[in-house]
């Protein structure tokens, strides 16, 4: 198969480029606000209100843009940038990093937080199951773009990008598409339906992110100025995602351990009799 060099740019109003890219952001806010709308409504009874979707997008906004240009800085070009300062305010020139992205928003989410008076873990798992499909988006949109292309591959469904050479490729956009936004989302979804202890819902999002992107990671042609790290065996997205998983599972048990230790005991439910 070979990529279908999409245009970059899906339409043109006078001077003005909308890009697809762009355009899979706005998708992804617009999803975050239609399905936070949905979990608000369920969850009226435990403080949440539909309006409050509006204003967790605001702060998440701008924790994206910067956290994730600050993200790309500082994981994968800090050198460079160091030279180069005044390059940092150019985002539209590209490089955002999705770690960076992610601690932009937990910061976003604890100020909306302290104003909200709501418990920061609260908000945590009350956003985790609306992130998947945003991440889809973007994966969507580099797909489009034909960027962050994946390694070299002799499989059948192997994809030449002309724009990048010549070689058949992992389209490993649509991995990561498939693992890190539906299936991410699906999991979530139905695991957060239900009742769950305090930081369970985002443990599990940090643990299910950070594994479907380390096997990804395992597709996708690392970038160029970094390449591999312990003698090829990891990428930078493997090593900033296992930190993810580590603290993820760790959540999850903490949360359950927590929930339980809460219960109030045989004895105690006597008492109260």
């Known amino acids: 198969m070979v990529h279908p060099q999409f245009d970059p740019i899906a339409f043109q109003i006078g001077p003005v480029a909308v890009r697809w890219y762009g355009l899979m952001y706005l998708v992804g806010f617009v999803l975050f606000v239609v399905l936070g709308k949905v979990r608000a409504r369920r969850n009226l009874l435990t403080g949440w209100h539909p309006r409050d979707v509006d204003d967790m997008l605001f702060y998440g906004v701008f924790g994206v843009i910067i956290?994730?240009?600050?993200?790309?800085?500082?994981?994968?070009k800090p050198l460079y940038y160091a030279a180069h300062p005044l390059e940092i305010l150019q985002v539209w020139a590209g490089g955002m990093s999705f770690h960076g992205g992610f601690l932009g928003v937990l910061a976003a989410l604890w100020l909306f937080a302290r104003n909200r008076n709501k418990r920061w873990l609260d908000v945590t798992?009350?956003?985790?199951p609306l992130c998947p499909l945003g991440l889809a988006a973007g994966r969507l949109g580099n797909f489009i773009n034909g960027e962050l292309v994946g390694r070299v591959t002799d499989g059948p469904w192997a994809m030449v990008f002309p724009?990048?050479?010549?070689?058949?490729?992992?389209p490993s956009q649509l991995y990561q598409f498939a693992l890190e936004g539906v299936l991410l989302f699906v999991?979530?979804?139905?695991?957060?339906n239900r009742p769950r202890p305090t930081g369970a819902v985002s443990?599990?999002?940090l643990a299910g992110y950070g594994t479907f992107r380390f096997i990804a990671e395992y597709a996708r042609e690392p970038d160029s100025f970094l390449g591999y790290f312990f003698d090829g065996r990891l990428t930078m997205g493997q090593l900033l995602s296992l930190p993810m998983i580590v603290l993820g599972i760790g959540m999850m048990?903490?949360?359950?351990r927590r929930a339980a230790k809460a219960q109030p005991t045989v004895i105690d439910r006597m008492k109260t009799d």
């Not at 798992?125 to 985790?128: E, I, L, Q, S």
């Not at 048990?253 to 359950?256: G, L, S, T």
């Open 187 to 192: 999991i979530l979804w139905l695991y957060a």
């Open 203 to 205: 443990g599990l999002f």
């Open 125 to 128: 798992d009350f956003v985790a």
């Open 67 to 76: 956290g994730g240009r600050l993200g790309y800085v500082l994981f994968y």
């Open 253 to 256: 048990v903490w949360a359950y």
């Open 163 to 170: 724009q990048v050479d010549n070689l058949p490729r992992h």
